[in-house]
Nanobody, 121 residues
Framework: VQLQASGGGLVQAGDSLRLSCGAS????????MAWFRQAPGKEREFVAG????????YYADSMKGRFTISRDNAKNYLYLQMNSLTPEDTATYYC???????????????WGKGTQVTVSS
């Protein structure tokens, strides 16, 4: 499966942003999907994940209540709604696919190209 993230940009603190990730191929609905992010000089970190059906959703503690992950299997799209953004959310955001639920980047099977999110104070 090939993944392409979009929707990043430059926003101010407190603003919202919605990221999208389009997937090619017929296996999207069978895959667990996730968002990771990587800030300059830091390791790639887990943001949120969603099971193949969309029923199970899980988040990094710092994103709970602010970010919402969702998916549309009919359209082969993954989304990340980000609210109350802070400068600490500045990073390149990556969508990712795996065969099982994971928060560990080393278990990801497919990565998309990232989209840059910059939050100014």
């Amino acid at each position: 499966v090939q993944l392409q993230a979009s929707g990043g940009g430059l926003v101010q603190a407190g603003d919202s942003l919605r990221l999208s990730c389009g997937a090619s191929g017929s296996t999207f609905s069978s895959l667990t999907m996730a968002w990771f992010r990587q800030a300059p000089g830091k390791e790639r970190e887990f943001v949120a994940g969603i099971t193949n059906s969309g029923v199970g959703r899980y988040y990094a503690d710092s994103m709970k209540g602010r970010f919402t992950i969702s998916r549309d299997n009919a359209k082969n799209y993954l989304y990340l709604q980000m609210n109350s953004l802070t400068p600490e959310d500045t990073a390149t955001y990556y969508c990712a696919a795996s065969r099982a639920v994971t928060r560990d980047a080393s278990y990801i099977n497919h990565w998309g190209k990232g989209t840059q999110v910059t939050v100014s104070s």
